[in-house]
Protein backbone atom coordinates (compact mmCIF):
# COMPACT_ATOMS: atom_id res chain seq x y z
CA UNK A 1 0.00 0.00 0.00
CA UNK A 2 1.08 3.60 -0.23
CA UNK A 3 3.16 4.94 2.22
CA UNK A 4 1.60 8.22 1.55
CA UNK A 5 -1.17 9.89 2.43
CA UNK A 6 -2.13 13.25 -0.18
CA UNK A 7 -5.02 15.56 1.43
CA UNK A 8 -7.02 16.96 -0.27
CA UNK A 9 -7.19 14.84 -3.52
CA UNK A 10 -8.18 18.06 -5.88
CA UNK A 11 -7.97 21.68 -4.77
CA UNK A 12 -9.21 24.94 -7.13
CA UNK A 13 -8.32 28.11 -6.51
CA UNK A 14 -7.94 31.76 -7.49
CA UNK A 15 -4.54 33.04 -9.09
CA UNK A 16 -2.86 35.05 -6.42
CA UNK A 17 -4.25 32.95 -3.48
CA UNK A 18 -2.40 30.38 -1.21
CA UNK A 19 -2.72 26.51 -1.87
CA UNK A 20 -1.83 23.82 1.01
CA UNK A 21 -1.27 20.58 0.30
CA UNK A 22 -0.48 17.59 3.04
CA UNK A 23 0.75 14.57 3.43
CA UNK A 24 1.01 12.14 5.91
CA UNK A 25 3.25 8.75 5.88
CA UNK A 26 3.25 5.91 8.15
CA UNK A 27 6.93 4.83 8.87
CA UNK A 28 10.16 6.57 10.05
CA UNK A 29 11.92 8.36 7.28
CA UNK A 30 15.40 10.30 6.06
CA UNK A 31 13.52 12.38 4.05
CA UNK A 32 10.82 13.86 1.98
CA UNK A 33 9.96 14.97 -1.15
CA UNK A 34 7.74 17.12 -2.96
CA UNK A 35 7.30 16.80 -6.81
CA UNK A 36 5.14 18.44 -9.64
CA UNK A 37 3.70 16.76 -12.45
CA UNK A 38 1.97 18.29 -15.38
CA UNK A 39 -0.68 16.28 -17.02
CA UNK A 40 1.02 13.28 -17.74
CA UNK A 41 4.00 14.52 -18.45
CA UNK A 42 7.13 13.50 -15.89
CA UNK A 43 8.11 14.69 -12.30
CA UNK A 44 9.80 18.26 -11.81
CA UNK A 45 11.88 17.63 -8.14
CA UNK A 46 10.39 20.48 -5.51
CA UNK A 47 12.08 20.01 -2.55
CA UNK A 48 13.76 17.64 -0.15
CA UNK A 49 13.21 18.03 3.18
CA UNK A 50 15.41 15.74 5.77
CA UNK A 51 14.29 14.10 8.66
CA UNK A 52 16.11 16.85 11.18
CA UNK A 53 14.66 19.55 9.25
CA UNK A 54 11.17 21.37 10.70
CA UNK A 55 10.89 23.82 7.79
CA UNK A 56 12.43 24.69 4.12
CA UNK A 57 11.46 27.42 1.92
CA UNK A 58 12.37 27.74 -2.14
CA UNK A 59 11.07 30.67 -3.60
CA UNK A 60 7.43 30.88 -3.62
CA UNK A 61 7.14 27.07 -1.62
CA UNK A 62 7.20 26.54 2.04
CA UNK A 63 7.39 23.34 3.35
CA UNK A 64 7.23 22.13 6.59
CA UNK A 65 7.72 18.48 8.14
CA UNK A 66 6.38 16.96 11.59
CA UNK A 67 7.95 13.80 12.00
CA UNK A 68 5.69 13.03 15.50
CA UNK A 69 3.02 13.20 13.47
CA UNK A 70 4.34 11.87 10.15
CA UNK A 71 3.25 14.53 8.38
CA UNK A 72 4.50 17.26 5.70
CA UNK A 73 2.88 20.50 4.00
CA UNK A 74 3.36 22.35 0.83
CA UNK A 75 2.48 25.98 0.83
CA UNK A 76 2.46 27.52 -2.85
CA UNK A 77 1.98 31.23 -1.55
CA UNK A 78 0.87 33.30 -4.57
CA UNK A 79 -0.29 30.50 -7.06
CA UNK A 80 -0.54 31.72 -10.98
CA UNK A 81 -2.23 29.71 -13.53
CA UNK A 82 1.03 28.02 -14.53
CA UNK A 83 1.03 25.96 -10.75
CA UNK A 84 -1.69 23.99 -12.01
CA UNK A 85 -0.78 20.49 -11.46
CA UNK A 86 -0.97 17.48 -9.76
CA UNK A 87 2.27 17.56 -6.53
CA UNK A 88 3.32 14.85 -5.03
CA UNK A 89 4.87 13.87 -1.73
CA UNK A 90 7.87 10.82 -1.45
CA UNK A 91 9.45 9.43 1.07
CA UNK A 92 12.42 7.01 1.31
CA UNK A 93 11.03 3.73 3.08
CA UNK A 94 13.57 4.96 6.51
CA UNK A 95 16.43 3.09 5.18
CA UNK A 96 19.13 3.29 1.77
CA UNK A 97 16.51 0.79 0.12
CA UNK A 98 16.62 2.88 -3.04
CA UNK A 99 12.98 3.15 -2.97
CA UNK A 100 10.81 5.77 -3.27
CA UNK A 101 7.14 5.80 -2.06
CA UNK A 102 4.53 8.63 -3.36
CA UNK A 103 1.30 9.50 -2.61
CA UNK A 104 -1.89 9.32 -4.71
CA UNK A 105 -1.25 13.16 -5.29
CA UNK A 106 -3.56 16.12 -5.29
CA UNK A 107 -4.25 17.78 -8.17
CA UNK A 108 -4.10 21.77 -8.34
CA UNK A 109 -6.00 23.99 -10.13
CA UNK A 110 -5.18 27.49 -10.22
CA UNK A 111 -8.07 29.75 -12.11
CA UNK A 112 -6.75 32.76 -13.78
CA UNK B 1 24.10 19.37 -17.44
CA UNK B 2 21.48 17.37 -19.18
CA UNK B 3 18.74 16.15 -17.07
CA UNK B 4 17.50 12.79 -17.02
CA UNK B 5 16.76 10.86 -20.81
CA UNK B 6 14.28 8.84 -21.75
CA UNK B 7 13.20 7.07 -24.88
CA UNK B 8 11.17 6.55 -26.28
CA UNK B 9 8.23 9.54 -25.37
CA UNK B 10 5.67 6.71 -26.60
CA UNK B 11 5.78 3.42 -27.73
CA UNK B 12 2.20 1.32 -28.44
CA UNK B 13 2.23 -2.20 -28.70
CA UNK B 14 0.42 -5.48 -28.99
CA UNK B 15 -0.26 -7.77 -26.24
CA UNK B 16 1.76 -10.43 -25.94
CA UNK B 17 5.07 -8.37 -27.74
CA UNK B 18 8.46 -7.42 -25.54
CA UNK B 19 9.53 -3.93 -25.01
CA UNK B 20 12.67 -2.40 -24.03
CA UNK B 21 12.76 1.50 -22.83
CA UNK B 22 15.63 3.73 -21.89
CA UNK B 23 17.06 6.01 -19.15
CA UNK B 24 19.95 8.01 -19.58
CA UNK B 25 20.70 9.87 -16.20
CA UNK B 26 22.31 12.92 -15.03
CA UNK B 27 25.96 12.68 -15.86
CA UNK B 28 27.92 11.91 -12.53
CA UNK B 29 24.44 9.93 -11.09
CA UNK B 30 25.15 6.06 -10.25
CA UNK B 31 21.49 5.13 -9.39
CA UNK B 32 18.81 4.63 -11.71
CA UNK B 33 15.19 4.05 -10.49
CA UNK B 34 12.23 2.80 -12.10
CA UNK B 35 8.74 3.83 -11.19
CA UNK B 36 5.73 2.37 -13.19
CA UNK B 37 2.29 4.90 -13.15
CA UNK B 38 -1.30 4.02 -13.84
CA UNK B 39 -4.46 5.76 -13.08
CA UNK B 40 -5.79 3.33 -10.35
CA UNK B 41 -2.14 2.08 -8.72
CA UNK B 42 -0.23 6.04 -8.91
CA UNK B 43 3.13 5.48 -8.92
CA UNK B 44 4.59 2.25 -8.18
CA UNK B 45 8.51 1.32 -8.02
CA UNK B 46 9.49 -0.92 -9.65
CA UNK B 47 13.41 -1.66 -9.18
CA UNK B 48 16.52 0.42 -8.65
CA UNK B 49 20.11 -0.16 -9.99
CA UNK B 50 23.53 0.99 -8.21
CA UNK B 51 27.39 0.75 -10.00
CA UNK B 52 25.30 -2.05 -12.69
CA UNK B 53 23.80 -3.77 -9.82
CA UNK B 54 19.72 -4.46 -9.17
CA UNK B 55 20.05 -2.71 -5.38
CA UNK B 56 16.16 -3.41 -4.51
CA UNK B 57 12.94 -4.59 -6.69
CA UNK B 58 9.27 -4.01 -5.98
CA UNK B 59 6.23 -6.10 -6.30
CA UNK B 60 6.28 -6.82 -9.98
CA UNK B 61 6.26 -10.19 -11.91
CA UNK B 62 9.31 -11.25 -13.60
CA UNK B 63 8.01 -10.06 -16.94
CA UNK B 64 9.56 -6.75 -15.68
CA UNK B 65 13.31 -6.46 -15.59
CA UNK B 66 15.89 -4.27 -16.40
CA UNK B 67 19.83 -3.46 -16.40
CA UNK B 68 22.59 -0.99 -15.77
CA UNK B 69 25.53 -0.20 -17.72
CA UNK B 70 28.74 0.67 -16.63
CA UNK B 71 27.65 4.11 -18.12
CA UNK B 72 25.13 4.08 -15.72
CA UNK B 73 22.54 4.27 -18.30
CA UNK B 74 19.62 1.64 -18.23
CA UNK B 75 17.19 -0.08 -19.63
CA UNK B 76 13.44 -2.00 -18.58
CA UNK B 77 12.52 -4.57 -20.48
CA UNK B 78 8.74 -6.11 -20.17
CA UNK B 79 8.00 -9.35 -21.57
CA UNK B 80 5.01 -10.62 -22.98
CA UNK B 81 2.93 -7.31 -22.47
CA UNK B 82 -0.45 -7.41 -21.05
CA UNK B 83 -2.86 -4.55 -21.60
CA UNK B 84 -2.79 -3.68 -17.83
CA UNK B 85 0.98 -2.70 -18.71
CA UNK B 86 -0.45 0.21 -20.25
CA UNK B 87 1.13 3.18 -17.83
CA UNK B 88 3.27 6.09 -17.41
CA UNK B 89 7.24 4.45 -17.34
CA UNK B 90 9.61 6.72 -15.07
CA UNK B 91 12.86 6.66 -14.59
CA UNK B 92 14.56 8.42 -11.89
CA UNK B 93 17.99 9.69 -11.11
CA UNK B 94 20.32 9.96 -7.95
CA UNK B 95 23.55 10.75 -6.97
CA UNK B 96 23.93 8.32 -4.48
CA UNK B 97 20.28 6.64 -3.99
CA UNK B 98 16.49 8.02 -3.66
CA UNK B 99 16.73 7.82 -0.04
CA UNK B 100 20.06 9.67 0.55
CA UNK B 101 19.88 12.48 -1.99
CA UNK B 102 17.07 14.50 -4.54
CA UNK B 103 15.63 12.18 -7.15
CA UNK B 104 15.31 13.63 -10.30
CA UNK B 105 12.94 12.19 -12.91
CA UNK B 106 12.98 12.27 -16.74
CA UNK B 107 9.87 12.61 -19.23
CA UNK B 108 8.90 9.33 -18.76
CA UNK B 109 7.33 6.64 -21.52
CA UNK B 110 3.96 6.37 -22.21
CA UNK B 111 3.27 2.44 -23.03
CA UNK B 112 0.13 2.04 -24.67
CA UNK B 113 -0.44 -2.14 -25.07
CA UNK B 114 -3.53 -3.06 -27.72
Known amino acids: SQQGEEDPQALSIQEGENATMNCSYK?????LQWYRQNSGRGLVHLIL?????REKHSGRLRVTLDTSKKSSSLLITASRAADTASYFC????????????FGQGTTLQVKP | KAGVTQTPRYLIKTRGQQVTLSCSPI?????VSWYQQTPGQGLQFLFE???????NKGNFPGRFSGRQFSNSRSEMNVSTLELGDSALYLC?????????????FGQGTRLTVV
Open chain 2, 92 to 104: ASTATGPGVSEAF
Open chain 1, 90 to 101: ATDAGGNTGKLI
Open chain 2, 49 to 55: YFSETQR
Open chain 1, 27 to 31: TSINN
Open chain 2, 27 to 31: SGHRS
Open chain 1, 49 to 53: IRSNE
